[in-house]
């Protein structure tokens, strides 16, 4: 069992910076983050592989956020930058409990454990 725990999100700006973190305990292989604004389905944003050699990212917030991890910690960050209101949602951390070929970082269907997620507001 993987368990993950979000923080950092926040209300902000447009334009303002963030850095979520996810906490997991036990083994990880990839993780991603996606995200569900209110009404829409959840989506992908981030994933990185195991050694963080690998990252993938949404168009949307291709530029704009970066996906790192510290696995001394045994921990992912989502650095975002230039944040839109469009960008408001419930950040949620997610990890598979195998490890995924590139080709699947991106399908949410793959990912076995999720975080309770985090809220970030973007204010215009």
């Known amino acids: 069992q993987v368990q993950l725990v979000e923080s950092g999100g926040g209300l902000v700006q447009a334009g303002d910076s963030l850095r979520l973190s996810c906490a997991a305990s036990?083994?990880?292989?990839?993780m991603g983050w996606f995200r569900q604004a209110p009404g829409k389905e959840r989506e992908f944003v981030a994933a990185i592989n195991t050694s963080g050699g690998f990252t993938a990212y949404a168009d949307s917030v291709k530029g704009r956020f970066t996906i790192s991890r510290d696995n001394a910690k045994n921990t992912v960050y989502l650095q975002m930058n230039s944040l839109r209101p469009e960008d408001t949602a419930v950040y949620c951390c997610a990890a598979p409990s195998r490890p995924l070929p590139y080709s699947s970082y991106g399908a949410r269907g793959y990912y076995d454990y999720w975080g309770q997620g985090t809220q970030v507001t973007v204010s215009s």
């Open positions: 036990g083994r990880t292989f990839s």
